[in-house]
């Protein structure tokens, strides 16, 4: 069935896609991570391994297996945009190219500009819903984004596609 240039493909994880992701939860408050435990157990995630701190995100990351990391901002003396920033410039493109959604309370527009020029993958402000995260989850692993290496930048390419047209989320994305 031919599909309109206009429209994207929905896509859904199913629980078997679930089932074999394994996540990492960095936070530093308990009842955060165990919220987001909570959250991807209900999805059916099984692999789960939650640290409190930047240098245990570090050690987990090298030692297992991650498919995605939900990241809190912590705090210094490495937070969590450093941790971010030292996984995208890894050597391991296993390593860097893992999807990061970054969970914070900080809505100022330098504060999410921050956010995405360290290489966050999507950002979620707090307080969120489940839906809200799921919704992150879904798209970081059904549309993933090549990674940008340059002197300036290393993270997911911030234009969005769907094979080689760019996806466009606001007027301002794509200029006729």
Not at 91 to 111: F, K, M, N
């Amino acid at each position: 069935m031919a599909q309109d240039s206009t429209s994207q493909e929905i896509k859904t994880l199913g629980p078997e896609q679930y089932l074999k992701l394994g996540v990492l939860i960095v936070e530093d408050t308990q009842f955060m991570a165990n919220l987001l435990r909570s959250i991807l157990s209900a999805l059916g995630v099984r692999n789960i391994t939650s640290v409190r701190s930047g240098e245990e995100a570090l050690t987990a990351l090298m030692r297992g297996k991650v498919d995605l990391v939900i990241m809190d901002d912590l705090t210094p003396p490495l937070d969590g945009l450093s941790v971010v920033r030292a996984l995208r410039t890894a050597d391991e493109d296993e390593l860097s190219t893992i999807p990061v959604i970054y969970v914070t309370e900080q809505r100022e527009r330098s504060a999410i500009i921050g956010a995405r020029d360290a290489g966050v993958t999507e950002i979620l402000s707090k307080p969120f819903s489940a839906q809200q995260l799921m919704a992150r989850i879904e798209t970081v692993l059904t549309h993933p984004r090549a990674i940008v290496r340059s002197a300036e930048f290393t993270g997911p390419d911030r234009r969005r596609r769907e094979g080689k047209a760019v996806v466009k989320r606001r007027d301002s994305d794509i200029k006729n």
